[in-house]
């Protein structure tokens, strides 16, 4: 009896990939049920006029997505059900204190019936292309921090690869990429509007100090458009601003605030705040000091350090909401000044 799996010799889809698609839709729609027996690998290359290979290749893939099982001597049978674990490959390019906090949110609004895998491609292109090639097909959703040094060569093989994962699988998270076309998910950072709007909300206390310090060391990814937001702020309001590329004890000077781009309990923020106490300088009213990207710690360390963030909680969240809800849209995330007693 012939079954109800088809192909399309002329597609330039691999047939295997095809197959996948395929009996996953049947199972899905309920032309297979639970229970269900999928014709042998012999009956079904015979039927196709395929190699037995390609089906074997086809019905491993759908093992590891938990749409079938085999029993020795009986072939392969439908192990899916509507209880199944949905599958996701979160792939970030590092997992730090905030990572975590978003994290946190995205497992806990998923909850018990997700299977969430992750990977860390540390911004390096090569390990990302890697990660994804070799998981194609055996997730249901893919949801990735697209962190890459902004030339143009490795931008484009961010984009190369990306476009290889469905539309309705896909949520980009933290960095928008605007050149991706479809209807994928995306909840991400505004760098140059987001730092000018959180600057705002602070105004009233930046003009109580004399001068706006932006401590700034190489490495990071997005600061060109943070510093155009920062001089377009201060430039709106008339606030005088210097860049740094380093601590310097010297041009720590009473009644100015200190921005660090990079810290995150980091040597710049402890070496800043040596150079303040060994001057006797009061931190909060003497000298203001304000950190970015939000972390637990931040509330504790110098009773309370303000914090310029986006929301990476409310990332998570709504990147679960996303898969709970089967809806994909693009979000801008919240940012906002998180005022304590350093500033």
């Known amino acids: 009896m012939k079954s109800k799996i088809e192909i399309d010799l002329d597609s330039k889809e691999p047939i295997y990939k095809q197959l996948v698609k395929n009996i996953q839709h049947l199972i899905e729609v309920g032309v297979f049920q639970k229970g269900d027996y999928v014709p042998?690998?012999?009956?079904?290359?015979?039927?196709?006029?395929?190699?037995?290979?390609?089906?074997?290749?086809?019905?491993?893939?759908?093992?590891?997505?938990?749409?079938?099982?085999?029993?020795?001597?009986?072939?392969?049978?439908?192990?899916?059900?509507?209880?199944?674990?949905?599958?996701?490959?979160?792939?970030?390019?590092?997992?730090?204190?905030?990572?975590?906090?978003?994290?946190?949110?995205?497992?806990?609004?998923?909850?018990?019936?997700?299977?969430?895998?992750?990977?860390?491609?540390?911004?390096?292109?090569?390990?990302?292309?890697?990660?994804?090639?070799?998981s194609l097909d055996?997730?249901?959703?893919?949801?990735?921090?697209?962190?890459?040094?902004?030339?143009?060569?490795?931008?484009?093989?961010?984009?190369?690869?990306?476009?290889?994962?469905?539309?309705?699988?896909?949520?980009?998270?933290?960095?928008?990429?605007?050149?991706?076309?479809?209807?994928?998910?995306?909840?991400?950072?505004?760098?140059?509007?987001?730092?000018?709007?959180?600057?705002?909300?602070?105004?009233?206390?930046?003009?109580?100090?004399?001068?706006?310090?932006?401590?700034?060391?190489?490495?990071?990814?997005?600061?060109?458009?943070?510093?155009?937001?920062?001089?377009?702020?201060c430039s709106d309001y008339d606030i005088k601003y210097e860049f740094h590329r380093e601590v310097d004890p010297e041009k720590i000077n009473k009644n100015e605030v200190f921005l660090i781009l990079n810290g995150q309990l980091d040597n710049e923020l402890i070496e800043l705040v040596e150079a303040a106490r060994s001057k006797g300088f009061g931190i909060g009213n003497e000298i203001g000091i304000v950190s970015y990207n939000e972390s637990p710690l931040n509330k504790i360390i110098l009773n309370g350090l303000t914090v310029l963030s986006t929301d990476f909680e409310q990332m998570g969240e709504l990147a679960a909401q996303m898969i709970l809800n089967k809806s994909f849209a693009k979000i801008k995330c919240d940012f906002r000044l998180i005022k304590r007693n350093s500033f």
């Open 138 to 233: 055996h997730f249901d959703y893919y949801v990735i921090t697209s962190h890459f040094p902004l030339t143009q060569d490795i931008q484009q093989r961010a984009l190369n690869i990306l476009k290889k994962v469905p539309n309705r699988k896909l949520i980009l998270l933290d960095h928008n990429l605007a050149q991706l076309p479809g209807n994928y998910g995306s909840i991400y950072q505004d760098y140059r509007q987001d730092i000018y709007d959180g600057l705002e909300q602070g105004l009233d206390s930046l003009r109580k100090f004399q001068k706006l310090n932006i401590i700034s060391m190489p490495g990071s990814l997005y600061a060109p458009y943070l510093h155009n937001g920062i001089k377009a702020f």
């Open 40 to 134: 042998s690998l012999n009956d079904l290359s015979s039927e196709l006029n395929i190699s037995k290979e390609t089906v074997k290749k086809a019905y491993s893939i759908l093992r590891q997505k938990n749409f079938l099982e085999s029993t020795q001597g009986k072939g392969y049978h439908i192990s899916f059900d509507d209880n199944h674990k949905t599958k996701i490959l979160l792939i970030l390019d590092r997992l730090g204190t905030y990572k975590q906090t978003m994290f946190n949110a995205f497992s806990d609004t998923l909850g018990t019936n997700a299977q969430i895998t992750i990977r860390l491609h540390n911004q390096d292109i090569t390990s990302f292309e890697s990660f994804l090639e070799d």
